[in-house]
């Protein structure tokens, strides 16, 4: 046994990190992911429709510049990070945000679900599916290609799909945390830890404001 340490040790010390580029405009509602930069780098969140997510890898306090992409290309809006538990972060958009609703059940070992990101190229999105080991508290997946080959994509989404396979109607079950490697009967392995829905629960209990938060903002380069 080569992690004999619970989930929330590994995701505190020992997983591999898994940021992407940035860059700034906006209009018809798109894609959830987001790019977070703060004063420590870059790193992945989602807009969700209880607001921002991200796990402040980069920064837990401070100032911070989030890019969020439209129909017709990124907006970059300006923000403060505010911690929401040891694993989350959160910050308040000046405009509404593409976002997507939150899947608050426990993905099921075996379950197929999909991680969303964005690299230098783009938008990427990859299946896989959930796996379960004793010696780990949490939820953790195979491990994508696309980070098997080394892509720094901390933050990336992971959804649930619902019956029929539509990506327009994914739930946010978690973010990529970071890679774990484990011992197995066929040798060492590794798989995606995830910061999953126990702890998104966090995001929900911050916003209590929810029903009175400032109004959005909507400008000439706003739909």
């Not at 977070?36 to 306090?61: I, K």
């Not at 080959?149 to 539509?166: E, K, L, N, R, T």
Request: with cysteine.
């Amino acid at each position: 046994m080569t992690h004999p340490r619970r989930f929330r040790a590994l995701i505190l010390g020992v997983l591999l990190p898994l940021v992407a580029a940035g860059c700034s405009g906006l209009r018809t509602l798109s894609d959830p992911t987001l790019v977070v930069e703060t004063n420590g780098g870059r790193e992945l969140g989602v807009a969700t429709d209880w607001g921002v997510v991200f796990l402040g890898r980069t920064a837990r306090s401070g100032p911070a510049r989030v890019t969020a992409w439209f129909g017709d290309g990124p907006s970059l809006e300006r923000t403060v990070i505010e911690p929401i538990g040891p694993e989350l972060c959160t910050v308040e958009a000046p405009i509404r945000l593409p976002d997507v609703p939150i899947d608050f059940r426990d993905p099921r070992p075996g379950e197929t679900l999909l991680v969303f990101g964005r690299d230098a190229r783009g938008p990427w999105s990859e299946s896989v599916t959930v796996v379960e080991d004793p010696r780990v508290l949490g939820l953790l997946t195979t491990l994508p290609a696309r980070l098997a080959q080394g892509a720094d994509q901390v933050g990336a989404g992971v959804y649930s799909i619902p019956v029929g396979g539509d990506t327009r109607t994914k739930r946010l079950v978690g973010l990529a945390a970071g890679t774990i490697r484990l011992r197995t009967t066929a040798g060492e392995r590794e798989y995606l830890a995830v910061v999953g829905p126990q702890e998104l629960w966090r995001l929900v209990t911050a916003r209590r404001d929810a029903g009175a938060r400032r109004p959005w903002i909507y400008r000439d380069d706003v739909l």
